[in-house]
């Protein structure tokens, strides 16, 4: 079993940026593929960033390309996602999960799922 916490949401202006984090709790975190998704009012789940177990790889949807990071401390058990640029459109609820297979872009494949943290982007 695996807890997630996702934790640094809130209100934020068009161009500006918000560092998301999320603490795991449970063994063996490193085991792990994590990813970030996100689901904006009215629309379906989607996936945001994924990162490989050693942190050495990380996949990103194309609309945040370039503008986030993901990242992850296996010895801190926390992933976090740092969001730069930041647009209206990424108004979202945001999501970490764990993932024990190596799909990473597909939510249905991911294990485990924290509480989510709001973000708004005001324009």
């Known amino acids: 079993q695996v807890q997630l916490v996702e934790s640094g949401g809130g209100l934020v202006q068009a161009g500006g940026s918000l560092r998301l984090s999320c603490a795991a709790s449970?063994?063996?975190?490193?085991?792990?593929?994590m990813g970030w998704f996100r689901q904006p009012p009215g629309k379906e789940r989607e996936f945001v960033a994924a990162i490989t177990r050693s942190g050495a790889s990380a996949f990103y949807a194309d609309s945040v390309k370039d503008r986030f990071t993901i990242s992850r401390d296996n010895a801190k058990s926390t992933v976090d996602l740092q969001m730069n640029s930041l647009k209206p459109e990424d108004t979202a609820k945001y999501y970490c999960?764990?993932?024990?297979?190596?799909?990473?872009?597909?939510?249905?494949?991911?294990?485990?799922w924290g509480q989510g943290t709001q973000v708004t982007v005001s324009s």
């Open positions: 999960a764990a993932e024990s297979g190596s799909y990473y872009t597909d939510p249905r494949r991911y294990d485990y």
């Open positions: 449970g063994r063996m975190f490193s085991m792990y593929v």
